[in-house]
């Protein structure tokens, strides 16, 4: 699996996720539920409640997109870009299965942190499955196509096309993080980030403020960010990529 994060695809938007594996791409969005229950339809807004019915707010506030259209916006998205480019760092074979003939090996996902409810009704289209975050590792070693036989260095070129900064110390700190909670991140992890696991980040800078740095917060590199401090509190507006 190669992992290749916050990207911009030609419209300026930007996937939280794309995973490369050699028989599908995935292309998936991460929001965070807390403990809520989710309930939504394919139309119209998606709303969080609690155990009592109250609600407690409304998913992508703001937004023209539901969880759903945006995701699957996404999809349509990185399909014309893969038909476009593929060409560009694929092999003809495998280029040719992102033509605009036929269904392309592209998958999507909506993904929910830290895990989608019991009681929450959502759509599950067979092209963007609503799932928790526990979920995800079943869900990437199960999916894929007959057709397309992609290879690391595929994946590479791909990374390398779309200018990322590969980052080879990320998946040693997954590993190495003391997270304690309900979710099997153990086996999670190992499935996700095997020995053969890359990881390509979109170069960003975030502003650090901690006591270790000092009062007033620093444009740091985020690759930089996370070696200096392994576990971050991440605060913002919505729809800033904070899951990601």
Known sequence: FVLMIRFQLPSGRSPDLVVVKSTCVFVIDLKHCGEALVHGQLNGPWVLEDSTGTNLGVLNEGRDLNPYQQVNQYWYEFRAFMEQNANAFFDQANAACFSA???????????????????????????????????VAQFLWREGSNDLRLRPEHATAMAKFLNLQECNDLPHLLRSSQRKDNLNWDSYRSRLLADQSSVWLAPQRVAVRSNAVGENAQPTPLLDAVRQFPHLLIVGRAGIGKTT
């Open 101 to 135: 003939k036929g269904r392309p090996p592209i998958r999507s996902a909506l993904v929910f942190s830290p895990r989608l409810q019991p009681g929450s009704q959502v759509p599950q289209d067979f092209r963007c499955p609503s799932m928790g975050i526990d979920e």
